[in-house]
């Protein structure tokens, strides 16, 4: 089992739409959580940290849940300039923190 | 400010040939990543440096594989010799010292192609 694993998609919205993706990790000494966005043959870029509390950024908000192990990033009101691929990264206790572990990514398409 | 600089940002090559591909980190940024891209696999830390001293060796895939940093605005990674299943962006990532944020600073990747 992959130690972070995501839904490929592509999930394909309309403009305007609120889209959610989630993110479940295997290693529950995983101690950091946070979503990438990456666009089309570009490099990833930090979107957001996830907090234990849940936190929001606009029309970004970020959840985690410990428990079942997974985190989710939900998109409120979505606009065509958040067609990307995202992707949740996870950091785990050790290592200094620097073993920060990506899942494969999911893509995003939204649509007039 | 100048992001992370890699290059070259495209090489195609023939198997069994030497490949280096190259990272200028952010000024001042004490770790230094390197990441491979391919659509099965996602994105794989293959190695990183702090103060140019490598750390975690652990998902260089095999001995085929180098990494250098001789000092803190340089550091490369070798493939020899190469194979078809190296083909993918490679990328060098840095962050500054201090609380981890978890924010990596990306290159733009070099796209490598082994035929």
Known sequence: ?????????PFNVPEGATVAFNCTYS????????????????????LMSVYSSGNEDGRFT???????QYISLLIRDSKLSDSATYL???????????????????????EL | DA??????????????QEVTLRCKPISGHDYLFWYRQTMMRGLEL???????????????PEDRFSAKMPNASFSTLKIQPSEPRDSAVYF???????PNT???????????TVL
């Open chain 2, 92 to 98: 060098c990532a840095s962050r500054p010292s201090g």
């Open chain 1, 88 to 110: 949740c990264a996870v950091n785990r206790l050790g290592g200094g923190g620097n073993k920060l572990t990506f899942g494969t990514g999911t893509q995003l398409k939204v």
């Open chain 2, 46 to 60: 293959l190695i990183y440096f702090n103060n140019n001293v490598p750390i975690d060796d652990s998902g260089m």
């Open chain 1, 62 to 68: 970020a959840q985690l849940n410990r428990a079942s």
């Open chain 1, 1 to 9: 089992r992959k130690e972070v694993e995501q839904d490929p998609g």
């Open chain 2, 3 to 16: 992001g992370v600089i890699q290059s070259p940002r495209h090489e195609v090559t023939e198997m069994g």
């Open chain 1, 27 to 46: 290693n529950s000494a995983s101690q950091s959580f946070f979503w990438y966005r990456q666009d089309c043959r570009k490099e990833p870029k930090l």
């Open chain 2, 102 to 112: 978890g924010e990596l600073f990306f290159g733009e990747g070099s796209r490598l």
